[in-house]
């Protein structure tokens, strides 16, 4: 736990990607300076998966299931962390306020996907494997420093056995079935009903899965950051900027209405483009949602496409507009 106890406010709830632990995965982002604001407003719990503590030596299930004394999570997961905060939330809609999901596959593995895995098994290393999971082409071939790092986390501090499990658990996963809602359609498909923020890196092998998720998900309710010249952790690559997408987000949940806000700044153009949320914490039809907004005022579709936004002109974004920055 970290952060600051406060009965009225949810818990932070983060979930790592595979091959990962909540310190590999998370310390960078939260040991920002920039990370303080959140930290003197919410308290963190950190789940790490079943047995990928530091030289744990067994296997062991953790059931998230049973209420605190807090109510409410916000979700931040990644990879693999982020598929099981979605599916927590899906299953227990009354206790997630918001989610925060990075690099999110919704998908179940295909059958050429399966082939492939199976013959990476046979040709690679764990830890090549779970390097390739984590990183683009261009980042394994470029930043030899941050690759280093994290085969050196894989190999030396984390038990072998329980990532290579934790690894095909999840390689062997069901697709979370969510249905984008249809304005005169079924009110009971499966989706997501609180807010969400989908991020991931340009460069991050997660990006199709992530834009494929974002045309799945409630377009009302959530929000695509696409984050140019990032690869695949955004959070250790460029936390200021997930952070900065952090504070708008939470902000459109009611929170930190206090805070020091400073601006996303796009690095397509010299405009500027932020989040400038009002939503209710109330999650009932009447409440005014939370919305994405820049200094400009005229409406863009909902379904404006990432790489063709252009930020230099006056543009209002609704939540499920791609961002690009």
């Given amino acids: 736990m970290a952060g600051t106890p406060r009965t009225k406010c949810p818990i932070i709830l983060t979930y790592h990607d595979t091959g990962l632990n909540h310190k590999s995965c998370f310390e960078t982002l939260f040991n920002h300076e920039d990370m303080r604001e959140i930290l003197r407003h919410f308290p963190v719990c950190h789940v790490e998966a079943p047995g990928q503590h530091e030289e744990w030596m067994l296997l062991v299930f953790y059931i998230f299931k049973q209420r605190s004394t807090h109510n409410l999570v916000i979700g931040l997961g990644v990879g693999a962390g982020a598929y099981v905060l979605a599916k927590f939330a899906l299953n227990h809609s009354d206790m997630v306020d918001g989610l925060i999901l990075i690099n999110i596959n919704p998908n179940a593995e295909g059958l050429m996907d399966s082939v492939a895995n199976k013959l990476t098994e046979w ?84 990006v199709d899965h992530v834009v494929d998720c974002n045309s ?107 961002v690009v920055c």
Avoid at 247 to 268: V, W
């Fill in 123 to 206: 040709t690679q290393t764990l830890p090549d494997t779970i390097i390739a999971h984590i990183f683009g082409k261009d980042e394994i071939q470029t930043n030899h420093d941050l690759i280093a790092t994290y085969r050196h986390h894989i190999t030396a501090t984390m038990n072998q056995s329980n990532v290579n499990q934790f690894y095909r658990s999840y390689h062997s996963r069901g697709a979370l079935e969510v249905e984008r809602p249809v304005p005169g359609g079924s009110i009971n498909v499966r989706t997501l009903k609180c807010s969400t923020l989908l991020v991931v890196g340009d460069h991050s092998p997660a």
């Fill in 216 to 322: 799945k998900l409630n377009p009302t309710k959530t929000t695509l950051l696409k984050m140019a010249d990032c690869g695949g952790l955004p959070q250790v690559d460029q936390p200021a900027k997930v952070i900065e997408a952090m504070k708008y987000f939470i902000q459109g949940l009611g929170y930190l209405s206090s805070a020091s806000m400073t601006r996303l700044r796009s690095r397509t153009n010299s405009s500027t483009s932020s989040f400038d949320g009002s939503r209710s914490r109330s999650h009932t039809n009447d409440s005014q949602r939370g919305r994405l907004s820049s200094t400009d005022k005229n409406k863009q579709p909902h379904d404006t496409p990432m790489e063709t936004f252009n930020g230099n002109s006056d543009n209002q974004i609704s939540k499920s507009t791609g």
